[in-house]
């Protein structure tokens, strides 16, 4: 029993260091952005999420999602 709730905590632990590294961003944001490291975008011509990474002035890595249409709409 004493393991179940182990393998719970670190279920609900290991989803909040993930979520918490990853920033949705609103329109007008700043960001410090050196390098990008990264930048998977939706297929198609819809409106998808967008994730991009990348390092700020200090040499953090950030990952950053945003809307945005598909990289292969030819319409």
Not at 27 to 49: F, H, M, N, R
Not at 55 to 75: A, F, I
Request: charged share 20%; aromatic share 12%.
């Amino acid at each position: 029993m004493k393991s179940k709730y182990w393998l719970f905590g670190l279920a609900v632990v290991a989803q909040g260091a993930f979520s918490a590294d990853v920033q949705q961003y609103s329109y007008g944001q700043k960001l410090d952005v050196a390098q990008i490291i990264s930048i998977k975008a939706p297929e198609g011509c819809d409106v998808g999420e967008a994730t991009m990474v990348y390092k700020d002035s200090n040499g953090q890595t950030h990952t950053l999602t945003y809307l945005r249409t598909g990289e292969n709409c030819y319409e």
